[in-house]
């Protein structure tokens, strides 16, 4: 019986340390384990016993791509806890802080990590190479998204400004202007990028995955306080612990996550598209709607088209707020502590962010739980490859293992913002 294995020490393009094991007996997947063994970082209990207004700060530390992510989830569970509620210039300038984020986000992910794939390149620099222009483009995007950032959060990485209750400072409206000067063309960039990347030829590949998303009333979420799925589910943010659950696996120090009784499930663009496109922007949805991205779509080498048309919405929002933009006075409600329990969620890049913190009367934290998007995705990422190997079993081992990697990237895995590394095993017996 013949027996092949193949070893890739080295995938760039991903953020962190994994390891992936592919065995094929006779022609069958019999088993497939993505494997995250980068040490823990323990960030909840680093939290413990701090006060609760650190919570933003700490927890922004734990990406250098979605910081602001993290921040939001914050202090949505701080102000649950607490009781403080946050609307009009202050809810707006979040999500504008938010549209930063996405930008830089996903059009790092679209023209630096994933595009190569489908043009045949090793990475954006040899992309570079032959196409200067694209990557001159979408350096020029994510520099849109990185002046929204530094603006509003006080510098491009880990923002500072970010506090429970609002900001510490508010921009002037004139400073808020200046962000238009480059908004305005990234948002064209960001229409050329939709239609650049509906060229590309996508694998083919159907799954039929349990989408899970925020909804919000009447807009594309960011943040919001409610969770849904495909399948039907409808609950608050607070419900989220009754119906998911973390498990560990022995191969990962990652936990997976399942919806209780129902198995795994998928957030991230495609959920987040496929839940709300009725909730986009209208430049947004013609824009999908000229690329041929379908009203449900389940490729998910396509979440990159998903990823671009978030960067056209994201570009429009962002205008949008900045022209009705007028200064909250203050810039932050007031933030008194108390014993309580908060729960909060937003919609990081990567999908669905949940953060729940239990509060002592003097509001230092006693206790904190942080459910990150590649954890939630991780199982799901599994069965993604199962499905991938076994339509492309005729392939040569190199041609399989690009294959494999590929279909790693179409979820912009963020495992840790330190090393890049996968090092793929595959036996066939």
């Known amino acids: 019986m013949a027996r092949r294995t193949i070893q890739a020490d080295y995938l760039a393009r991903v953020e962190g340390e994994a390891a992936m094991h592919v065995v094929v007996e006779d022609g069958r997947v019999e088993e497939v384990k993505l494997s995250i063994f980068e040490p823990p970082r323990f960030f909840e209990a680093f939290l413990r016993g701090r006060a609760f207004a650190e919570a933003p700060d700490i927890t922004a530390r734990i990406c250098g791509i979605c910081p602001v992510a993290y921040q939001m989830s914050a202090v949505a569970a701080m102000e649950d806890a607490l009781g403080v509620a946050v609307a009009g210039p202050v809810h707006d300038l979040r999500r504008l802080l938010y549209c930063g984020e996405w930008i830089e986000s996903h059009v790092l992910h679209i023209y630096m ?18 196409h200067p222009e694209l990557v001159e483009r979408g350096l020029a995007l994510k520099k849109a998204g990185n002046a929204i950032v530094r603006c509003l959060g006080g510098r491009e990485i880990h923002p500072i400004n970010v506090r429970v209750g609002g900001f510490y400072r508010a921009p002037s409206k004139a400073e808020i202007a200046k962000l238009a000067e480059e908004l305005r063309p990234a948002r064209e960039a960001a229409l050329a990028t939709v239609d650049w990347v509906a060229g590309f030829d996508y694998p083919a590949l159907e799954r039929d995955y349990e989408f899970v998303s925020l909804r919000h009333p009447d ?21 989220f612990d009754a119906h998911f659950e ?90 008194v502590p108390r014993a309580a329990t908060g729960f909060g969620a937003s ?16 509001g230092a934290i006693e206790d904190a739980l942080i459910v990150p998007p590649t954890s939630q995705n991780q199982g799901t990422i599994e069965d993604d490859l199962r499905d991938l190997v076994a339509a492309n079993l005729d392939l040569a081992d190199e041609a399989l293992q690009w294959r494999c990697e590929q279909g790693i ?21």
């Open 113 to 130: 990590l994933h595009a190569p794939d489908f043009l045949g390149y090793a990475g954006a620099v040899e992309m570079a190479r032959d």
């Open 219 to 239: 807009a594309y979420p960011m943040m919001a306080d409610r969770i849904v799925s495909s399948g039907g589910l409808d609950i608050p943010v607070a419900e």
């Open 246 to 335: 973390e498990s560990q696996v022995p191969h990962s120090h990652a936990l997976h996550a399942t919806i209780k009784g129902r198995g795994g499930y998928l957030v991230g663009p495609m959920a987040r598209y496929n839940l709300n496109r009725d909730r986009l922007r209208p430049l947004a949805l013609d824009a999908a709607e000229r690329a041929g991205l379908e009203p449900v779509c389940r490729n998910p080498f396509r979440s990159l088209l998903v990823r671009a048309v978030e960067v056209v919405h994201a570009c429009d929002l962002a205008l949008a707020i900045i022209d009705a933009y007028m200064p909250p006075d203050p810039p932050a409600a007031e933030a």
């Open 347 to 362: 919609e990081a890049p990567r999908g669905l962010l949940y953060h729940r913190y239990r509060l002592a009367a003097d």
């Open 409 to 429: 990237r179409n979820y912009d895995p963020c495992i840790s913002c330190a090393t890049h590394f996968l090092k793929f095993d595959l036996e066939r017996r």
